[in-house]
T-cell receptor, first 114, second 117 residues
Framework: AQSVAQPEDQVNVAEGNPLTVKCTYS??????LFWYVQYPNRGLQFLLK??????LVKGSYGFEAEFNKSQTSFHLKKPSALVSDSALYFC????????????FGKGTMLLVSP | EAEVAQSPRYKITEKSQAVAFWCDPI?????LYWYRQILGQGPELLVQ????????DSQLPKDRFSAERLKGVDSTLKIQPAELGDSAMYLC???????????????FGPGTRLTVL
């Protein structure tokens, strides 16, 4: 079975400071890893994904994530946070085979203060 | 920009009643997903279609839930009868046909928020 852990329910950061939202995963095989963002009363929006290759993945809105196989982590990062980044962030994992389903973490609320 | 459409956006019903949700995926997307998202949790897959065929419905409570995608385009999710525990956001998503569905990013609709009284 595959699973995702997002250990922080909420992350608080001041605007202009770097941010990190943590994610660890468990899967029996090579993973595909994703980050999605959800704004209030909206569906999820895709931010970035890791499939293979370079461990540092760059995505939308200046976000990036680093795949670390030894630590089974895929933390989301941004060098300089914006107030508009405040939202609910979900990490997700699937197995790199066929119709493997996507398993989501419980989400981390990011609050960026002015 | 193409989007996944869902209706209704909000639905309030009484327990034991029937409810139905509709989803229209992005044109050309072969894979369609229905998720349930309980407040404070991540989405959980209910059913996955490839074209008109179900490829995964292992988490769908089949005694009360049903889903169909008859022509391989839009889809309907039905609950009959609704129970109090069904109150949640129901999300539809779609993804491209090319490559493996497991690595194609999914595009989500705005969801239907269901409240069962």
């Amino acid at each position: 079975a595959q699973s995702v852990a997002q250990p922080e329910d909420q992350v608080n950061v001041a605007e202009g400071n770097p941010l990190t939202v943590k994610c660890t995963y468990s899967v029996s095989g090579n993973p595909y890893l994703f980050w999605y963002v959800q704004y209030p009363n909206r569906g999820l929006q895709f931010l970035l994904k890791y499939i293979t290759g370079d461990n540092l993945v760059k995505g939308s809105y200046g976000f990036e994530a680093e795949f670390n196989k030894s630590q089974t982590s895929f933390h989301l990062k941004k060098p300089s946070a914006l107030v508009s980044d405040s939202a609910l962030y979900f990490c997700a994992v699937s197995l790199n085979s066929g119709y493997s389903t996507l398993t989501f973490g419980k989400g981390t609320m990011l609050l960026v203060s002015p | 920009e193409a989007e996944v459409a869902q209706s209704p956006r909000y639905k309030i019903t009484e327990k034991s009643q029937a409810v139905a949700f509709w989803c229209d995926p992005i044109s050309g997307h072969a894979t369609l997903y229905w998720y349930r998202q309980i407040l404070g949790q991540g989405p959980e897959l209910l059913v996955q279609f490839q074209d008109e065929s179900v490829v995964d419905d292992s988490q769908l409570p089949k005694d009360r839930f049903s889903a169909e995608r008859l022509k391989g385009v839009d889809s309907t999710l039905k609950i009959q009868p609704a129970e109090l525990g069904d109150s949640a956001m129901y999300l539809c998503a779609s993804s491209l046909r090319t490559g493996s569905p497991s690595y194609n990013e999914q595009f989500f609709g705005p969801g239907t928020r269901l409240t069962v009284l």
